[in-house]
């Protein structure tokens, strides 16, 4: 079975930048890894995907240029490499995996970590 954890949340002034981890296990072979957020009062919204089977990766529209997600498949982890950060990124950041994964949504077989809470101050 997949298992995901994630890291290296916590607060930060804006413009600043925060690096999140994800280390899995379970992986047997190609699978899609991504990063969702869910801030307080909002639905859950797609952030950045990546199929490890090519390396395709893919960015919301509101973070493109500012975040990069990222595979070290020696460490088995992915991360969220987040940069010029804003207010309006504060939301607890999860990191999922499933047979395909985009930013409007996951494919079949999908799992979940814990979360990992990021604010952004002024």
């Known amino acids: 079975e997949v298992q995901l954890v994630e890291s290296g949340g916590g607060l930060v002034q804006a413009g600043g930048s925060l690096r999140l981890s994800c280390t899995a296990s379970?992986?047997?072979?190609?699978?899609?890894i991504g990063w969702f957020r869910q801030a307080p009062g909002k639905k859950r919204e797609g952030v950045s995907c990546?199929?490890?089977?090519?390396?395709?990766?893919e960015y919301s529209d509101s973070v493109k240029g500012r975040f990069t997600i990222s595979n070290d498949n020696a460490k088995n982890t992915a991360y969220l490499q987040m940069n010029d950060l804003k207010r309006e990124d504060t939301a607890v950041y999860y990191c999922?995996?499933?047979?395909?994964?985009?930013?409007?949504?996951?494919?079949?077989?999908?799992?979940w970590g814990q979360g990992t809470q990021v604010t952004v101050s002024s």
């Open positions: 999922a995996a499933a047979l395909t994964c985009t930013v409007i949504g996951l494919g079949i077989d999908d799992y």
């Open positions: 379970g992986f047997t072979s190609a699978y899609g």
């Open positions: 990546m199929n490890t089977g090519d390396g395709r990766t």
